[in-house]
């Protein structure tokens, strides 16, 4: 499943090698929401993965963007203890501000009236 979260870019992290085929990145993105009359501040760091890990090089700090990301949830295990990791995967970044200067897409579809004034000669059947 997918999701979605626009918010203001704050933090962009280097590029880390985890393995000799296995890359992440991660970067943060503030959320502010009016809840109840204030104003709530919440954090959301993402990472990127393999191909995806130079999305972030598109945007500057400070602009606002909206990240398309999976949910994803591992169950760690070593020593006899159990650790549960959530990451949120994204794979798309964009701009808001392209998104709204952009023109509206084109409505193709037909234009109908209400004139009933054909003939029952005219209908196809």
Known sequence: MSYELTGKLI???DTVQRTATFKTREFVIEKT??????????YAKFQCVQDKTTL???????????VHFNIKGT???K???TNYITNLDAWRIESVNLQQDAPPPADNVPEYTNDISASPDDLPF
């Open 75 to 77: 169950k760690w295990e």
């Open 33 to 42: 929401e009016d809840i109840g009359g204030r104003a709530i501040t919440n």
């Open 79 to 81: 020593n006899g203890q």
């Open 56 to 66: 972030p090089d598109r945007f500057s700090i400070g602009e606002t963007v909206k």
């Open 11 to 13: 933090a962009r992290f």
